[in-house]
């Protein structure tokens, strides 16, 4: 098996081709911004890492992480918080893929370097492992680069693929690039799915008998942020024995859907308005429809002894109060759904308050599972969700139902952190 993995001629293909679309992309940069981004942040990143990682002792274990984003490495942080506990001398890297990841937990204090994955090329691949030094590369969800998976491995490596999904609709399936996936999956040592259909997929399409359920780490990670409300002590008095509607990680049309709905309950809950972004040109296009609308707010950074929740919108125009203000929510709303996908759904259900979100989110399993199991709506437009909205602010018993289901949901699927740890600690 290992022969034929290290010499697929699907992974072949992709060495081979991967210089012509790296020159492409190189040539086009000046016409994309995005692309021009993409190539700056990683000028002389191994460079970086390995200067900052330099001193590090040689015998200690090394467990290097990779995610794509944000939401992809807080399924990883119960894990490195599980590992630390194992065996404080762990040395941790990791690496993301986005800008939103990077920028996020670039200061993660847990890792002796945090970066952006190099180019994908065999040469990047292998001068970034021969500095890493890896013990296990733990990669989580997605995001497979060939060239680095493949250098690992010859390295000695041992690859693990955590919280994997396999969506009925992925393109893994697809006949043209199913060889390719199945060349990739064979790499990593074990497979840890988040569901069990994930797990049958694995074994029975890819061939990866290594596949076991395990679960999602962010069931684990949402139930170990919730007991640290502590950013929000100074707004929770104001909302004590009152009904809170958090809005959180909301884009122009879901604050535009909400407001509109909002505006006509007769009975309103309190609105903590939680932005997606809080760059200033967004924030002046939410004052400016806050004022069209003549609803009164006071910004969190303004905010003073005088606010009055029932009679003005609270709007967090500050980073790193979402996940606590959940916290003192009757009812959640979570933005996203009108654009590519929902937001994170778990982190107002563990609190066991209602969540409402828009019709985008089957990219999300635990998205789909928490609608399934009757913890989350999906509205459609302003007529749908000013209905729910009514419904659950005026009747406390169905307000109440709906949330125990939500809190149940995450309660019954922890324990994903666990198997993976001491999956790691039997290679270590």
């Known amino acids: ?22 020159g492409t992309a190189k040539l086009i940069r000046p016409f994309s911004p995005k692309l021009r981004t993409f190539f700056e942040v990683r000028k002389a990143v191994i460079e970086k890492v390995e200067k900052k990682i330099s001193q590090l002792p040689s015998p200690a274990f090394r467990v290097w992480i990779h995610a794509a984003s944000v939401g992809e490495f807080e399924q990883a942080r119960p894990i490195i918080a599980a590992l630390k506990e194992k065996r404080p001398d762990i040395i941790f890297f990791v690496s993301f893929l986005s800008d939103s990841g990077y920028n996020a937990r670039k200061n993660f204090p847990d890792a002796a370097a945090v970066f952006y994955l190099p180019v994908d090329s065999r040469a990047n691949a292998k001068k970034l492992i021969s500095v890493l030094k890896p013990d296990v590369l733990l990669l989580m969800r997605y995001d497979f680069w060939p060239n680095h998976l493949v250098e690992a491995k010859k390295y000695g490596t041992k690859l693990i693929l955590a919280a994997a999904v396999l969506q009925q609709n992925a393109p893994y399936f697809k006949p043209v690039v199913k060889r390719f996936y199945t060349s990739i999956f064979h790499l990593f040592d074990h497979i840890y799915t988040a569901a069990s259909k994930d797990t049958a997929a694995f074994r029975q399409i890819f061939m990866c008998l290594n596949a076991e359920t395990a679960g999602d780490p962010r069931f684990d990670q949402v139930i170990q942020r919730s007991k640290n409300p502590g950013r929000i002590d100074h707004i929770k008095p104001f909302f004590e024995n009152k009904t809170v509607l958090v809005a959180g990680s909301v884009w122009d049309k879901d604050s535009a859907l909400l407001l509109s709905a909002w505006q006509e309950l007769a009975v309103r809950p309190s609105l903590i308005l939680v932005p997606h972004q809080v760059h200033p040109e967004n924030m002046a296009r939410l004052t400016r429809d806050l004022q069209t609308r003549s609803i009164a707010f006071v910004k969190v950074s303004a905010m003073t002894e005088k606010f009055d929740p029932a009679q003005e919108v609270l709007v967090i125009d500050q980073t790193g109060y979402l996940v606590e203000l959940y916290s003192i929510a009757s009812i959640a709303y979570v933005g996203g759904g009108f654009g590519v996908n929902v937001h994170n759904t778990l982190e107002p259900a563990v609190y ?12 999300s399993p635990e998205a789909e599972a928490l609608v399934d199991a009757g913890g989350a709506t999906v509205i459609f437009d302003q007529a749908t969700l000013s209905a729910t909205l009514n419904e659950i602010v005026t009747n406390a018993t169905e307000r109440a139902k709906r949330g125990k289901i939500a809190k149940t949901f995450v309660e019954e699927r922890t324990g994903a952190t666990a198997i993976i740890a001491d999956s790691i600690m039997t290679l270590l």
């Open 352 to 363: 066991g308050i209602p969540v409402v979100f828009g019709p985008n989110y089957h990219n």
């Open 1 to 22: 098996m290992k022969h034929f993995v290290m010499h697929s001629f699907a992974l072949f293909c992709y060495s081979l081709l991967f210089p012509f679309f790296h």
